[in-house]
């Protein structure tokens, strides 16, 4: 079973800038299909980024668009979110979530969805500042 530890977060001004990163364990890796999701206080939990196994689509979030990047190492076993231009509204629990050969259906509409994640990391707290 792989299991996810996320790193990276912080307090950060309006206008700066984190990486975040999640590590996997085991040998499966490449198996999985990755996205990144935050919550923030009293709200509920939403979709950020997607990036599929081998790296080669990507998805986000209108409202990080042009301001995010998702990315990964399969050979690392880490997927990475670069967060540029950051706002207050950014502050949240950001957690990376893992699903295992999705299908090609998957990508009408359900990567966006945390119920079709399988794998869950514990999060960390992105703080940005004003």
């Known amino acids: 079973q792989v299991q996810l530890v996320e790193s990276g977060g912080g307090l950060v001004q309006a206008g700066g800038s984190l990486r975040l990163s999640c590590a996997a364990s085991?040998?499966?890796?490449?198996?999985?299909?990755m996205g990144w999701f935050r919550q923030a206080p009293g709200k509920e939990r939403e979709f950020v980024a997607h990036?599929?196994?081998?790296?080669?689509?990507?998805v986000y979030a209108d409202s990080v668009k042009g301001r995010f990047t998702i990315s990964r190492d399969n050979a690392k076993n880490t997927v990475y979110l670069q967060m540029n231009s950051l706002k207050p509204d950014d502050t949240a629990v950001y957690s990376c979530?893992?699903?295992?050969?999705?299908?090609?259906?998957?990508?009408?509409?359900?990567?966006?969805?945390?119920?079709?994640?399988?794998?869950w990391g514990q999060g960390t707290q992105v703080t940005v500042s004003s």
């Open positions: 979530a893992a699903v295992r050969y999705p299908p090609e259906s998957f990508y009408s509409g359900a990567y966006s969805n945390k119920n079709s994640y399988v794998l």
């Open positions: 990036i599929t196994r081998s790296g080669d689509r990507r």
């Open positions: 085991g040998r499966t890796f490449s198996s999985y299909a």
